[in-house]
């Protein structure tokens, strides 16, 4: 048996990242919970925990320029499809957090609240948390202006200030409502010669990103179940 969960779907900026995970049979792994109920400490320590006793774990990651161009729902089911394709080991099923599971070669299931009710779901949310939250560090070195390694990309004050001081990093979601409005206000003030995002600050591109994805085909009705919050976890 598999969990998967994913981190990041609510962000305005970088990647989704999805974790498959199977756990040995026996005594469940003291501590497991739903990651975003965790301290940063106690998911790093369970994380080392995890990966050392696990039968196998796969990751699956979607940038943001694919969210932009396929959506947050899609990009989430790709990361998921990813992280139980990563695996070395076949699961006999598939659980996975939420309403919607991704196309799968395998049986599946989806668990409403599955990260704070199934073990081996809450295990898969600390790996795809604790993985993302390391990426985002990284980000926070290629864009300092931006405090990634603080906020996740998550919309956060201190977040939205920088980005209306910077504009977009080639690392944000420009579909999503908040980054969208900076760019579009940028685009104002040019179009009326106002002094607006200081040249040189970063704009959103595409340049140097595959934005090459496989839909997902997600019947309307299925999709619009998952409602997709914005929850901040960056914590």
């Known amino acids: 048996m598999a969990g998967v969960d994913e981190a990041g779907r609510g962000a305005l900026a970088g990647p989704v990242v999805a974790a ?12 497991l919970a739903d990651s975003k109920l965790l301290t940063p400490a106690a998911r790093e320590g369970l994380y080392a925990r ?12 979607v940038e943001a320029a694919i969210v932009d161009a396929a959506n947050v729902l899609q990009a989430t089911l790709m990361a998921m499809a990813q992280a139980v394709a990563a695996l070395h ?9 939420g309403n919607i599971v991704p196309p799968l070669a395998l049986a599946s299931r989806a668990i409403p609240h599955g990260d704070a009710l199934v073990p081996v779901i809450s295990a898969a949310s600390i790996v795809a948390k604790v993985t993302r939250d390391r990426l985002m560090a990284d980000l926070a070195g290629r864009f300092p202006a931006y405090g990634f ?18 504009g977009p990093s080639p690392v944000h979601r420009v579909s999503f409502a908040p980054v969208r409005a900076v760019v579009d206000a940028r685009d104002r003030r040019l179009q009326l010669g106002l002094p607006g995002i200081a040249a040189g600050d970063a704009v959103a591109s595409t340049a140097g990103f595959d934005v090459r994805c496989s839909m997902v085909d997600v019947p309307v009705d299925r999709g619009a179940e998952v409602g997709l919050p914005g929850e901040d976890n960056t914590s």
């Open 89 to 97: 080991a076949r699961p006999d099923i598939v659980l996975v957090d």
């Open 149 to 166: 390694d603080r906020h996740k990309g998550y919309g956060t004050a201190d977040h939205q200030a920088a980005l209306e001081r910077h």
């Open 50 to 61: 995890i990966r050392a006793q696990a039968l196998a774990v796969g990751v699956g990651t």
């Open 20 to 31: 498959a995970v199977i756990l040995p049979p026996g005594p469940r792994l003291r501590g």
